[in-house]
C-alpha cells in the first residue's frame, strides 16, 4: 500500500466553525523509498451559509456568489479529509489554523504535520517560514510556478505546502514530523523585543527567564528549550523560586 499524506489548505469566511468556503488538497506519495508528489490534487469551494465580509474577499477573491450552491462545510469535508484509501496524516502550513475547523470527527483523529514547525527544526538558518517566502528561499524542485498561483487560494496554496512536504519527508521521517508537530513551534530566533533577531544563544539568563513567560506559547516553548540546554530553570521552575522569595 502507498503510503500517502495529504496537505490541506482552507479558505474561510470567518472563525467559526463552519465558515469554511474553500478547501484545497495535494497528496504527497512514498515511491520506491522516496516521497514524491502524487497525482491527487483539487479544490472545493463550500458554502460557509453566512455572508463572507469584503475584508476577507479582498484576501481569496472568493464572493458570496461564487459559493451559492455550494454544499455546507459540515458535509462535504469528510470526503476529502478522509478519502477511501487512506492516509498516514494530514498536513498544512500553520496546521492549527486548518485544524480548527478540520476537527477530529470530521478528520477521523488522524495526525497532522505543521510544514511552519518542521522548516524551523529543519532550515533554521533562513529568515523567514511563510509559505510563500519559503517558496522562494529555498526554490523546491519541480515546482510549477503557475501552479502555484495565486495565493490565498486553498489548491495553489496546497501545492506549494506539498512541496516543502516532500522535501521534509527525504529529510527526515513521518513519525519525526510529527511528533515536532505536536510541540509548539521552536523559533530559531527572538522575534520581538528588545533581544530581536538574535540566536537563543545569544541572550542572557535573565531576558531568557522574561521570555519564558511570554503569552505567546511558542515563545514560551523556545526560551524554556535554551534555558534547559543550559541547566537553568525554566519558566515554572523561576516562577516557583520568585514565590519562595515572598515567604
Same mark, same amino acid.
Given at each position: 500500500?502507498?503510503?500517502?499524506?495529504?496537505?490541506?489548505?482552507?479558505?474561510?469566511?470567518?472563525?467559526?466553525?463552519?465558515?469554511?468556503?474553500?478547501?484545497?488538497?495535494?497528496?504527497?506519495?512514498?515511491?520506491?523509498?522516496?516521497?514524491?508528489?502524487?497525482?491527487?490534487?483539487?479544490?472545493?469551494?463550500?458554502?460557509?451559509?453566512?455572508?463572507?465580509?469584503?475584508?476577507?474577499?479582498?484576501?481569496?477573491?472568493?464572493?458570496?456568489?461564487?459559493?451559492?450552491?455550494?454544499?455546507?462545510?459540515?458535509?462535504?469535508?469528510?470526503?476529502?479529509?478522509?478519502?477511501?484509501?487512506?492516509?498516514?496524516?494530514? !498536513?498544512?502550513?500553520? /496546521?492549527?489554523?486548518?485544524?480548527?475547523?478540520?476537527? $477530529? %470527527?470530521?478528520?477521523? @483523529?488522524? *495526525?497532522?504535520?505543521?510544514?511552519?514547525?518542521?522548516?524551523?527544526?529543519?532550515?533554521?538558518?533562513?529568515?523567514?517560514?511563510?509559505?510563500?517566502?519559503?517558496?522562494?528561499?529555498?526554490?523546491?524542485?519541480?515546482?510549477?510556478?503557475?501552479?502555484?498561483?495565486?495565493?490565498?487560494?486553498?489548491?495553489?496554496?496546497?501545492?506549494?505546502?506539498?512541496?516543502?512536504?516532500?522535501?521534509?519527508?527525504?529529510?527526515?521521517?513521518? !513519525?519525526?514530523?510529527? /511528533?515536532?508537530?505536536?510541540?509548539?513551534?521552536?523559533? $530559531? %530566533?527572538?522575534?520581538? @523585543?528588545? *533581544?530581536?533577531?538574535?540566536?537563543?544563544?545569544?541572550?542572557?539568563?535573565?531576558?531568557?527567564?522574561?521570555?519564558?513567560?511570554?503569552?505567546?506559547?511558542?515563545?514560551?516553548?523556545?526560551?524554556?528549550?535554551?534555558?534547559?540546554?543550559?541547566?537553568?530553570?525554566?519558566?515554572?521552575?523561576?516562577?516557583?523560586?520568585?514565590?519562595?522569595?515572598?515567604?
Amino acid at each position: 500500500m502507498t503510503a500517502r499524506i495529504r496537505v490541506i489548505d482552507l479558505e474561510t469566511a470567518g472563525p467559526g466553525p463552519t465558515d469554511v468556503c474553500e478547501i484545497g488538497w495535494q497528496d504527497v506519495v512514498s515511491h520506491a523509498g522516496r516521497w514524491r508528489l502524487g497525482d491527487e490534487r483539487g479544490s472545493l469551494l463550500t458554502n460557509p451559509g453566512r455572508p463572507i465580509s469584503p475584508d476577507t474577499m479582498a484576501v481569496h477573491h472568493i464572493r458570496d456568489e461564487d459559493v451559492e450552491g455550494a454544499p455546507f462545510w459540515i458535509r462535504a469535508a469528510s470526503a476529502v479529509l478522509r478519502p477511501e484509501e487512506g492516509v498516514l496524516a494530514l !498536513a498544512a502550513h500553520r /496546521a492549527a489554523f486548518e485544524q480548527r475547523y478540520c476537527t $477530529p %470527527r470530521l478528520a477521523g @483523529g488522524v *495526525e497532522w504535520i505543521c510544514t511552519w514547525k518542521c522548516a524551523m527544526r529543519l532550515w533554521p538558518d533562513l529568515p523567514r517560514f511563510s509559505n510563500q517566502m519559503l517558496r522562494y528561499l529555498r526554490r523546491p524542485e519541480g515546482l510549477d510556478h503557475a501552479l502555484g498561483l495565486p495565493a490565498h487560494r486553498a489548491l495553489p496554496d496546497a501545492y506549494v505546502t506539498a512541496h516543502h512536504l516532500r522535501d521534509m519527508l527525504n529529510l527526515s521521517t513521518p !513519525a519525526q514530523l510529527i /511528533a515536532w508537530s505536536r510541540e509548539p513551534g521552536l523559533l $530559531p %530566533r527572538v522575534p520581538t @523585543g528588545p *533581544e530581536r533577531g538574535k540566536p537563543w544563544s545569544a541572550v542572557d539568563d535573565a531576558a531568557l527567564i522574561g521570555l519564558a513567560s511570554d503569552r505567546d506559547q511558542s515563545l514560551r516553548f523556545s526560551a524554556e528549550t535554551e534555558l534547559q540546554r543550559r541547566g537553568r530553570p525554566g519558566r515554572a521552575a523561576a516562577s516557583s523560586a520568585r514565590q519562595a522569595t515572598l515567604f
